[in-house]
C-alpha cells in the first residue's frame, strides 16, 4: 500500500519471516541507550512465543513491512487479535531510519487495520519514544484493573522477562 512517494506499507511474504526479526533487533538498539537490553537467545521461551506469534501474523497476511524506494525495507508492523479485539503486536523502525514519519505511517496503517474497532497495545511507560509517541496518536493509557483479561496476560508475560517489569503499560485506541 503506498503511503507516499518515498514509502510503501506491505504484505510481508511469509518467507521473509527474518526480516522482521532483524529489523526489530535493529530497533531493540535503542533501548539500550535508556537501560533496556533485549538479549534473548533464539530458544528463550519469550522470544519463541513472540516468534510465533509473528509467523503466525506473516501466515494470516497480518504482518507489514515498509519499505524505501530502493527496496530497503526500514520498518515492520505485527498485528494480531486478542479475545477478537486488533492488537498492535510490534513496531519497529531501524534506528537509521527513524524521525522520518516511518512509525507514524506504520501505526495509522495498523489503525486503519483495526478499523472501527478498538485497537490495543502494550508498551514501555517510561521510555521517551514509546508512550508519548501513541498518545499524539491518540491512544490513552488503560489501567490494568480495566484490561481485558487476555490483555492483562500479555502485561504479565511481558513482565515476567522483560527488563523494567513495572513500566509495563497497556494502551487502546478507541475511533
Known amino acids: ?4 512517494s518515498w514509502l510503501t506499507i506491505r504484505r510481508c511474504p511469509a518467507g521473509d519471516f527474518n ?4 529489523i526489530d533487533d535493529d530497533a531493540c538498539r535503542l533501548f539500550e541507550t535508556v537501560g533496556l537490553n533485549f538479549d534473548f537467545a533464539a530458544d528463550h521461551s519469550f522470544a519463541v512465543s513472540e ?4 509467523i503466525r501474523a506473516g501466515l494470516d497476511g497480518n504482518a ?10 526500514a520498518g515492520m508492523l505485527v498485528m494480531g487479535f486478542v479475545d477478537g479485539e486488533p492488537y498492535l503486536d510490534q513496531i519497529s523502525v531501524r534506528p537509521e531510519f527513524m524521525r522520518r514519519g516511518i512509525g507514524r505511517s506504520l501505526l495509522e496503517h495498523a489503525l ?3 478499523g472501527s474497532k478498538r485497537l490495543w497495545l502494550t508498551t514501555y511507560s517510561h521510555v521517551p519514544w514509546n508512550r508519548p509517541f501513541y498518545e499524539r496518536l491518540g491512544f ?3 489501567p490494568e484493573p480495566n ?3 487476555s490483555i492483562r496476560g500479555i502485561i504479565a508475560e ?6 523494567r517489569p513495572e513500566q509495563r503499560i497497556a494502551m487502546r485506541h478507541t475511533p
Do not use: I, K, Q, Y
Open 140 to 142: 490513552e493509557c488503560v
Open 112 to 114: 486503519r487495520w483495526a
Open 51 to 54: 516468534h510465533s506469534r509473528w
Open 19 to 22: 526480516e522482521l526479526v532483524a
Open 64 to 73: 507489514f513491512l515498509a519499505t524505501l524506494p530502493d527496496g530497503l525495507n
Open 1 to 4: 500500500m503506498p503511503v507516499n
Open 158 to 163: 511481558g513482565r515476567r522477562w522483560l527488563p
Open 147 to 149: 484490561c481485558p483479561e
